[in-house]
Each structure stands twice: as structure tokens, then as C-alpha cells.
């Protein structure tokens, strides 16, 4: 029930969208009177963001990149390291990747067009993949770091709008701080992610390709990336 929903998200120490998702989701087809396994219909939800961004690709990254980068960017995620549980699990990951991407593609829009609608759309989805999951904010505070260096650099006007989306995103993300904060004290003494070192580091780096963090296997990924 959506009275429970609150304090179950908050014990998994994950944000809420996506488990907003799932419940939206299975509810809208009982709704329909649809008989199907919830489990099943919960897995398929987690396809749908990479369906989301093959069209994404198909369309305007194609538009704005040709049709090798678009063919290259969708055939990568294909063959990423992992994709296929991460993929076909009741999980938020590939939500989490699609609205990192999508952040990605309008800061572009905003630093050509500098309307409202690109800083809006931007806006949008770097809240939703901080909604997601708190990694997907990481890449999110970067692309943020990188236009404020962009816009200072080149176009200083910009920095009121800046300015006034990093507010938007902080006041749209407030509701969600008090539970944030209680999940970091639930996880405070102890937490599974393992302590950061150079192996692990480049393992990270390396994962579009091999999962075992093996550190010769990841440094010779990373260098044909480059």
C-alpha cells in the first residue's frame, strides 16, 4: 500500500522513483483487470528505459551526431559489462543510466540554444536520476561542475540560469532530504561498498567491459576507450 510505500523505500536506503515506478505500474494494469505475474511485469519495466534510449538514439542523437555515433552509442550499451541482468533485474540501474544520458544530451541543447526549455529538460532529469539512485547524482554534480567552468569561461549571462537550476533541482529534490538523511544513519556503521583504492578505482572505470576488476583486464579497456 502507498502508506507503507515510505518506509519500505527508505529501509532499502535507495531514492523512490523507481519503486513509484513499479507500483504505478502493476497498479495501472489491476486497474484493467489483467491477470499477469508481477515478478515478470516488474522486469520489463527495468527494459523499458533501454527501449527509451534505442529511440533516444534513433532520433536525436542521430540528428545532432550522425548516424555512426548514434549506431556506435546504442551498440556500446548493448555489449556493456553486465547488461544483461542489469537489464532483466527489479532494479533501477537502467532508469538510473537513461536520465544520465538524457542530462547529458541537453546540456548540449543548453550551452547551443540557452533556451528555457533546454535548462528546463535539464533540470528535469538530473532531479530524476537523483531520484533514482544517489550514484546517478555523481555524474549529475559533474555535468553541473563542468558547464559552471563552461559558462565561466565563455558566457558568464549564463550564470544566473545556472544558478537558478541548481536551485529548482535542490527545492524539487528537498521533499526527499529527511529520508536521505535517515538512510545515511542507517547505514552508517557499516555499508557493503567495498573502501576505495587505485585497483578499485580503475576496476570502476573498466566495468563497461569486464565486471571481475581485474586490474591488467580494466587498465587495457580503458586504454581502448580512450
Known sequence: PFTELAGVITHDVHPPLHYLLLKAGTDILKTFGLQFDTVFVSKIMSVVPYAIILIVSATKIKREYGYLTAGLFAFSLAVMSEFLPHYSIMRMYSWAVLFVILAFIFLKDVIDKNDTKSWALLTIFAVLAAYTHYFAAIPIVCIYLCLLVYIYRNDREKLKLWAISVVAGIILFAPWLISFMSQVAFV???????????????????????????????????????
Not at 561498498?193 to 591488467?216: A, D, E, Q
Open 188 to 226: 552508517g556503521e557499516g555499508y557493503w561498498i567495498p573502501k576505495l583504492t587505485f585497483k578499485n578505482i580503475i576496476g570502476f572505470f573498466g566495468y563497461f567491459v569486464t565486471s571481475s576488476r581485474n586490474l591488467y583486464t580494466c587498465i587495457f579497456s580503458i586504454v581502448i576507450l580512450i
